[in-house]
């Protein structure tokens, strides 16, 4: 029986691998323009990054990793022996985490520094209940900066994350930014405690999940799918009535420096994002059709402490994520077309064997000028040449029959506009 790809582990075929190609060079040339240059970082990590950094209780860290053991690890493990910390790997669930542990690693901010400004991208994995545009193995362009904490820094990151979507082609009529404070320290503790009291109070209208977060994590159950539970965190207190007054002046800046940019967006107290790692601005950009309940295609924001809690020193940080999946089913949503893979610029078709030879020195010198061209490779007839010559989408054809070898110039045609001109062989190049 044939094997198939594990569910949630999609191939890229090569328009798609087209796409993602072009997603990333969208925002290397865009994240450009403010500062940010590429980092690459391992795609497993100890698990205790994770577990540290994104939080035992979410539900990213609790039920969605992928953890991996080498022979002998698995063996203890299986065993019933434990694993050295430095042993038990991950794969990366998100890209936040292995980026700021590689600035503490690598002292990448040292004292009085300028911020770090990094972006990167590839593959993430999170053992998710698969369904449209949530994917086990996904793609994601992030970016993080890490070093400064003026409200000047995230507003800068998120009118970044809407020029990005402008340039890849998604409509600014079919997102909507949401944005948040998810406040500090020093004000965060006693929401959670008036959320926790109001979950109590309501206890009989949760569900099982949520009676559990309103002890591990009450924030978590802004994010529940159940319709009671939701009903219920509607009435809940909010966020913004609880900042200290930093928070409360940072939250303003920032809503100031978009209003000026003319950025719109719609405040979401409720926005508390799924990674625990999150202090003040928080924001998500979720796309109104076409991708049912997972409708966001990017996300990010403020994590202040999370350098300190992964062993490095207090260096604030902000930074978001875009998925590449969900853009893609965005674009086609939105009615986009989207490029093809693969190009033609001359067909040679031959019209007897002896063509066979000739055709393959004009292709070669034709690929050497710095043009794609392709031959047939399977004994075509003229006519079936002709349809391949379609399909690849050639810009212009030639057939060498016994007349084109013997004069050695031949006819090339326009497949657009159908004009033909006769050259010789080593002037075909100069004219496509
Ligand atoms: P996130 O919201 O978990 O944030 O993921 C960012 C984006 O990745 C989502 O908006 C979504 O488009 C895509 N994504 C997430 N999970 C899946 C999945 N299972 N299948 C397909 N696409 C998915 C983060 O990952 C943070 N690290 C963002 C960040 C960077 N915050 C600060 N810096």
Known sequence: MAINAPTG??????????????????????????GYVTIQTPIMEQTDLFVRGIGEATDVVSKEMFSAFSGANLETLLGGGTVKAKNRMSLRPEGTAGVVRAVVQHDLVPQGAAPAKLMYAGPMFRAERVQKGRLRQFHQVGVECLGAEAPTVDAEAIIMLMRFFAEVGIPADAMTLLINSMGCESCRPAYRDAVKAYMDEHASQLCETCLTRAEVNPLRAFDCKNEDCAAVMDGAP??????????????????????????????????????????????????????????????????????????????????????????????????????????????????????????????????????????????????????LANKLGARFIVTLGPDELAAGQATLRNMETHEEVTIPFDQIASCL
């Not at 890229?12 to 290397?28: E, I």
């Not at 978009?258 to 405040?267: N, S």
Request: hydrophobic fraction near 40%; glycine fraction near 12%.
């Open 9 to 34: 582990f999609n191939d890229m075929l090569p328009d798609q691998a087209l796409f993602w190609n072009d997603f990333q060079a969208t925002a290397a040339r865009v994240f450009g323009r403010y």
């Open 238 to 387: 909010r966020i913004t009535d609880h900042l200290c007054p930093d928070c409360k002046a940072h939250y303003a800046q920032v809503k100031e420096l978009l209003d000026g940019a003319g950025v719109t967006y719609v405040e979401d107290s409720k926005l508390v994002r799924g990674l625990d790692y999150y202090t003040r601005t928080v924001f998500e950009v979720q796309v109104d059709n076409g991708l049912g309940s997972q409708n966001a295609i990017g996300g990010g924001g403020r994590y202040d402490k999370l350098a300190a809690e992964v062993g490095g020193r207090n260096t604030p940080g902000l930074g978001f994520a875009l998925g590449y999946e969900r853009c893609l089913l965005a674009l086609q949503a939105a009615g986009v077309e989207m490029p093809k893979a693969g190009s033609c610029d001359l067909f040679v078709s031959v019209v007897e064997s002896a063509g066979q030879a000739p055709a393959f020195a004009l292709v070669q010198q034709v690929r050497d000028a710095g043009f794609s061209a392709e031959m047939d490779h399977q004994g075509r007839s003229v006519k079936s040449q002709f349809k």
